[in-house]
């Protein structure tokens, strides 16, 4: 079975600055998807960037980036010029390569934004 | 990108009583899903739903408890039986979007059961 691990329950950052959150996963396919959604205190769940594994070229959406270290099974985001409007409840997911859409979330990883 | 509508955004429910969460889509869509999100922690699939046919359970979950109601594509319902304080959750609804794997979800449904 495939899981997702987040490694940090809370982060902080100061506006303007730069954080990165760490995911790993564990999988014997060769073939998936990879996301980092985004759960603001308003509570809708919100995509904040993807990643296909067959692509080794990471995806990058503004403000956001991931570094995809397939061998390692790494899949970290970086937030750049860091918004008061980031802090979040951020959640490293897993989907299969099959299209049952069966996502499999790592627990979250609280990130502040500090004035 | 899919619009999707959840009611009731938040109840406060009282044990033994069942509720049911409806899930409104503004497109049709094939597979539904149903998530469970218990109080600071991560999403947990409930089952799958498509239409004109039986939800598929996860795990841990069975249809006694978590009965849910595909009618078309645009429309579900999960209901949560004979609640228990353990059953306090925000409870998600999603679908897919399109061919790369990733979900759209509602606002969720925050239960409390007392």
């Known amino acids: 079975a495939q899981t997702v691990t987040q490694s940090q329950p809370e982060m902080s950052v100061q506006e303007a600055e730069t954080v990165t959150l760490s995911c790993t996963y564990d999988t014997s396919e060769s073939n998936y998807y990879l996301f980092w959604y985004k759960q603001p205190p308003s509570r809708q769940m919100i995509l904040v960037i993807r990643?296909?594994?067959?692509?080794?070229q990471n995806a990058t959406e503004n403000r956001f980036s991931v570094n995809f270290q397939k061998a390692a099974k790494s899949f970290s985001l970086k937030i750049s010029d860091s918004q008061l409007g980031d802090t979040a409840m951020y959640f490293c997911a897993y989907a299969g390569g099959g299209s049952n859409y069966k996502l499999t979330f790592g627990k979250g990883t609280l990130l502040t934004v500090n004035p | 990108s899919a619009v999707i509508s959840q009611k009731p955004s938040r109840d406060i429910c009282q044990r033994g009583t069942s509720l049911t969460i409806q899930c409104q889509v503004d497109s049709q869509v094939t597979m539904m899903f149903w998530y469970r999100q218990q109080p600071g922690q991560s999403l947990t699939l409930i089952a799958t739903?498509?239409?004109?046919?039986?939800?598929?359970?996860e795990s841990g979950f069975v249809i006694d408890k978590f009965p849910i109601s595909r009618p078309n594509l645009t429309f579900s319902t999960l209901t949560v039986s004979n609640m228990s304080p353990e059953d306090s959750s925000i409870y998600l609804c999603s679908v897919a979007g399109g061919n790369t794997g990733e979900l759209f979800f509602g606002e969720g449904s925050r239960l409390t059961v007392l």
């Open positions: 739903a498509n239409q004109g046919s039986e939800a598929t359970y």
């Open positions: 990643q296909e594994a067959y692509k080794q």
